[in-house]
Each structure stands twice: as structure tokens, then as C-alpha cells.
């Protein structure tokens, strides 16, 4: 039985290599485009369905695109930011109203977004050493996307307005992941060091209570999901760099001045 599913698997990717892979981004980037644009005929109450799915089509079409050369950590890593933007994005879009102005440009910006995604799970496959600027691209493209990722999800669980301990723990939850990714970028290991589980776990706790300071706090959902989000960028750029041996005295004023002027803009936005 292992013999045959071996077989399949081999022969599945040969068929599968004699597509050029600018090709099969751009397929996969249609394909999740077109789920997504069929989800948003569904109600919410839909998504106990459209998530799995959502989960399951994403992580095919990332190995799809990507295939050859996959080991170890990558089967995990390299997948995480391509599932999350996306359950990310769908979730999101319930926060819009429902209506063909809002959908396309919606389902355009995800088109775009997960195709740069699945280039950067490319670049950070082949292992592009980092001193070349190929590399140095795709880390910040995937910096950005997940500043991104942690704002819609941010968004969309203070718009919910749970209590504080639920939006505590789901943005710890949802933090870990993805900056453990962030830091696993950095070097690209194929094990996974214990010091990166420690440098996610101190991140997304900061996160975690940020978020549950924020619960209490007379902000808008978007405000408080823009302070959280520039929290991240700020923590997680710091340990990034301290990771990387680049963590001086501009590096970090320059993040704190960033988080600074995110809280100053917040706060006075405040209307007791």
C-alpha cells in the first residue's frame, strides 16, 4: 500500500513539473481566488465549512506551486502564511457589506496578495542565501504580509467584542504561528531550534496582553487592531534583528519611534 501511494505521489509530481511554475502560481492564485469569490455568497454561519476547506485547498495549492525540493520544517513553514492570509482574508470580508462594489476589488487585492505570497514560499524553498537581494526581498514581503495578517485578525476579533480574555488568547494564539515563521526566515533552518519556540512564545505573549489591555480601552475595533499590529512590528522587528546579530541603537529607535506614534495617534483618537 505504500508502494502504491509512493508511486502516485511521483507520478502526480512529474505531471505536475512538466507545468512552468510561473504557471502554477498563477493557477493557484485563480483557484483560491475563485473559492474565495464563492465563499462570499455564503452567509457567516457558512464558515464552519469554508475554513477547513479553505485550510486544505490553500496547503495543496502552496505544494502545487512549489514542489520540488520540500523537506523537513518546510512542509510546515512554508505553508503557515499561505493558509493563514487566506482563513485570514475570508473572515475578514464580513466585516464589509455585502455587495459586487466591495467583492471584486476584495477578491482582486487577495489575487495579487497570495500570488507575491506563494513567490516568497518559492524563494524561501530554494534557500536563497541571504546575502543576495532575492532573499532580502522575499523576508520583507513576507514581513509586510504578516503585519497584514495579524491586523485582519485583530480586526475581526475586536469587532466581535468578546471579552478580554478570549481576544487575549486568541491573538497569543494566532501570533505564535505566525512569528515563529518570521524567525524561522531568518536562517531558513531545515530543524527547528528551540530558541525560536522561546522568541514566538515571548511575542506572542507581549501580544496577548496587549490585546487584553486594549479589551478595556474605549477604541474602535480597527484602532485597537492597528496599535496591535504596530506592536507586532515592533516586537517582532526588534527580535528579528536581534536574531540576526543587526540589533543596534537605530534599529531600535527607530521601531519604538514607529510604535510610539501608532499609540500617540491611537490615544487621541480616544472619546471618553
Known amino acids: 500500500m505504500q508502494n502504491i501511494f509512493g508511486f502516485l505521489i511521483k507520478e502526480t509530481n512529474s505531471f505536475f ?8 502560481f498563477v493557477i493557484s492564485a485563480l483557484v483560491l481566488s475563485l473559492l474565495l469569490l464563492v465563499s462570499t455568497f455564503f452567509f457567516f454561519d457558512k464558515a464552519i465549512f469554508f475554513i477547513p476547506l479553505f485550510i486544505l485547498v490553500a496547503y495543496f495549492l502552496t505544494y502545487f506551486s512549489v514542489l520540488e525540493g520540500i523537506d523537513k520544517s518546510e512542509w510546515i513553514m512554508l505553508f503557515l502564511i499561505p493558509v493563514i492570509f487566506s482563513v485570514a482574508f475570508y473572515l475578514f470580508y464580513f466585516l ?10 476584495f477578491i482582486f487585492i487577495y489575487a495579487v496578495a497570495i500570488y507575491a505570497i506563494l513567490l516568497t514560499s518559492n524563494i524561501f524553498n530554494v534557500g536563497v542565501e541571504k546575502s543576495l537581494q532575492l532573499f532580502r526581498a522575499a523576508f520583507s514581503v513576507n514581513y509586510f504580509f504578516q503585519t497584514i495578517i ?3 485578525i485583530a480586526n475581526i476579533l475586536f469587532s466581535a467584542r468578546e471579552n478580554f480574555l478570549i481576544n487575549s488568547a486568541l491573538i497569543g494564539a494566532s501570533v505564535f504561528p505566525i512569528s515563529f515563521q518570521l524567525y524561522w526566515s531568518i536562517k531558513l533552518n531545515l530543524e527547528l531550534e528551540r530558541d525560536l519556540f522561546l522568541y514566538a512564545f515571548f511575542t506572542a505573549f507581549v501580544l496577548a496582553q496587549i490585546a487584553l489591555v486594549l ?8 484602532i485597537m487592531a492597528l496599535v496591535v499590529t504596530a506592536s507586532y512590528y515592533s516586537i517582532s522587528g526588534l527580535a528579528t534583528a ?8 537605530q534599529t531600535v529607535r527607530e521601531y519604538l519611534i514607529v510604535l510610539g506614534i501608532v499609540v500617540a495617534l491611537a490615544l ?5
Open 96 to 105: 464589509f457589506p455585502v455587495r459586487w462594489l466591495t467583492r471584486l476589488p
Open 215 to 222: 479589551s478595556f480601552m474605549p477604541f474602535k475595533p480597527s
Open 150 to 152: 495579524i491586523f485582519l
Open 17 to 24: 513539473l512538466k507545468i512552468e511554475k510561473r504557471v502554477r
Open 242 to 249: 536581534f536574531i540576526d546579530t543587526r540589533l543596534f541603537k
Open 268 to 272: 487621541l483618537t480616544i472619546n471618553w
